[in-house]
């Protein structure tokens, strides 16, 4: 059987005088709607169940819509399982931590088995969004966002990532936080942006469906799921200190954002 590695695909496509950058986006979003379109039909029953139970917990929407900032800064709609008490979002936090009160007991469950991200593949289908990428921030977090990390904003955000497996234990790491905003910025922002742009300038097909295979792995088995997520970063020549990071075996510190001196202390801009 014929096969071609990543390398040989590249040089395949540029020796016939095609330009790789439209290559990828083709292909990415041909990949996009194939796979959401799969997906959503796919996981259609325990999204239905899901649906049922969090209307069923208090006969409210069981769907929360929030605004994002998409590619080129470009606000879009992000459709999300509501995990949350109704108006949970006019208490003016951002980042939730696992002991939130916010959260519902069914929210608890569907935030474990991530559930809540089956509907961001409508986001994907319509083209807001696509399957890998930077996760979407809200303004007030992208507002803030050094001229690196303004970078983030130059392609579609995604479902997952790189930062999306070494970070998935968000809630746990703001679990007990004062200030879950402040303690995002400093012991997760730096990591997840940092993650984020190496992405960016090292993605490809070939990348997009190994980060795809892993975040799966990762549901089952965060540890393994851990330990090719830094193996992937070290096969594409990643500095020491982001290989460090995304093994995750050391405790998180206060850090400043890529692109900055300086710890976040407070998101005023």
């Known amino acids: 059987m014929f096969t071609m590695s990543a390398r040989q695909l590249r040089i395949f496509i540029e020796n016939r005088g095609i330009n790789m950058s439209i290559f990828t986006v083709f292909f990415k979003r041909i990949m996009d709607i194939l796979f959401s379109s799969f997906g ?55 980042s939730t931590a696992i002991n939130d009160s916010r959260i519902t007991p069914v929210g608890h469950f569907i935030r474990r088995y991530k559930l809540d991200e089956i509907t961001q593949l409508w986001n994907v289908l319509k083209g807001d969004m696509s399957l890998v990428g930077p996760r979407p921030n809200v303004k007030s977090e992208t ?82 799921a851990l330990k090719i997520n830094a193996l992937i970063l070290k096969n594409l020549k990643a500095p020491a200190e982001l290989i460090t990071t995304a093994k995750r075996k050391k405790e998180l510190f206060p850090k400043p954002p890529p692109g900055s001196n300086k710890i976040v202390r407070t998101r005023k801009i």
Do not use: C
């Open 40 to 94: 959503l039909l796919f996981f259609s029953l325990p999204l239905i169940t899901a649906i049922f139970l969090i209307w069923r917990h208090d006969f409210k929407s069981p769907f929360y819509v929030s605004i994002r900032v998409g590619k080129d800064e470009k606000p879009f709609k992000i459709i999300k399982l509501r995990t949350m008490v109704v108006n949970a979002h006019k208490k003016g936090v951002d």
């Open 143 to 224: 507002d803030i966002y050094t001229s690196t990390e303004k970078n983030l904003l130059s392609v579609k955000p995604g479902i997952t990532d790189f930062a999306s497996i070494v970070f998935s234990d968000e809630g746990e790491i703001l679990a007990g936080k004062a200030n879950p905003d402040i303690a995002y910025n400093q012991l997760i922002r730096p990591g997840k942006s940092s993650l984020g742009l190496f992405y960016i300038k090292n993605n490809s097909i070939y990348i997009d469906v190994i980060i795809l295979v892993v975040t799966i792995l990762s549901i089952f088995s965060r540890s393994t």
